[in-house]
């Protein structure tokens, strides 16, 4: 599984012209399920999304997580986060998993996410639906978390 983190003052959802969720702030965390992931990507990443210290301290150091300064995360499926474009103009998503395997881990994901930040401080898109996702990154702060099962 693989995260796209970014530090937010805020971020917000719509879908279909009305406004579903938006964050104060928090972590905007675009989602992507690999083929292959399993149960145990979905909490690890979850956790180190959680454990991320980005979030300045009284000298600007990023030593707080998202955690610590009790934010809110705003989660969206974003399967194009495994896209290839090694080859032709026009990028492959070969690497994602299928819809069904993606849903269930996102929804896993964020379910491991409530528990480590609070059933009330995550929030989230619909998954497979076109979204229009707003966001004031705060820094820019922008990192990639990649779960263990990407690196074997």
Same mark, same amino acid.
């Given at each position: 599984?693989? *995260? @796209? %983190?970014?530090?937010?003052?805020?971020?917000?959802? /719509?879908?279909? &012209?009305?406004? #579903?969720? #938006?964050?104060?702030?928090?972590?905007?965390? @675009?989602?992507?399920? !690999?083929? &292959? $992931?399993?149960?145990?990507? *979905?909490?690890?990443?979850?956790?180190?999304?959680?454990? *991320?210290? %980005?979030?300045?301290?009284?000298?600007?150091? =990023?030593? #707080?997580?998202?955690?610590?300064? #009790?934010?809110?995360?705003?989660?969206?499926?974003?399967?194009?986060? +495994?896209?290839? /474009?090694?080859?032709?103009?026009?990028?492959?998503?070969?690497?994602?998993?299928?819809?069904? $395997?993606?849903? !269930?881990? +996102?929804?896993?994901?964020?379910?491991?996410?409530?528990?480590?930040?609070?059933?009330?401080?995550?929030?989230?898109?619909?998954?497979?639906? =076109?979204?229009?996702?707003?966001?004031?990154?705060? &820094?820019?702060?922008?990192?990639?978390?990649?779960?263990?099962?990407?690196?074997?």
């Amino acid at each position: 599984m693989r *995260a @796209l %983190i970014q530090r937010a003052k805020q971020a917000s959802v /719509t879908i279909g &012209g009305k406004t #579903h969720n #938006h964050i104060g702030s928090g972590l905007l965390i @675009l989602l992507a399920v !690999r083929k &292959g $992931d399993a149960e145990e990507d *979905a909490e690890y990443l979850a956790r180190r999304c959680a454990d *991320a210290r %980005i979030f300045g301290d009284d000298q600007g150091k =990023m030593n #707080h997580s998202v955690k610590n300064i #009790h934010g809110s995360a705003l989660v969206i499926s974003q399967f194009t986060l +495994y896209a290839d /474009t090694r080859k032709g103009n026009r990028p492959s998503f070969s690497e994602s998993a299928s819809p069904e $395997d993606g849903e !269930r881990l +996102y929804n896993l994901f964020v379910r491991h996410l409530r528990i480590h930040l609070g059933e009330s401080k995550v929030c989230t898109g619909v998954f497979g639906t =076109m979204m229009d996702v707003g966001l004031i990154n705060d &820094g820019p702060v922008t990192i990639m978390i990649d779960s263990k099962s990407s690196y074997s």
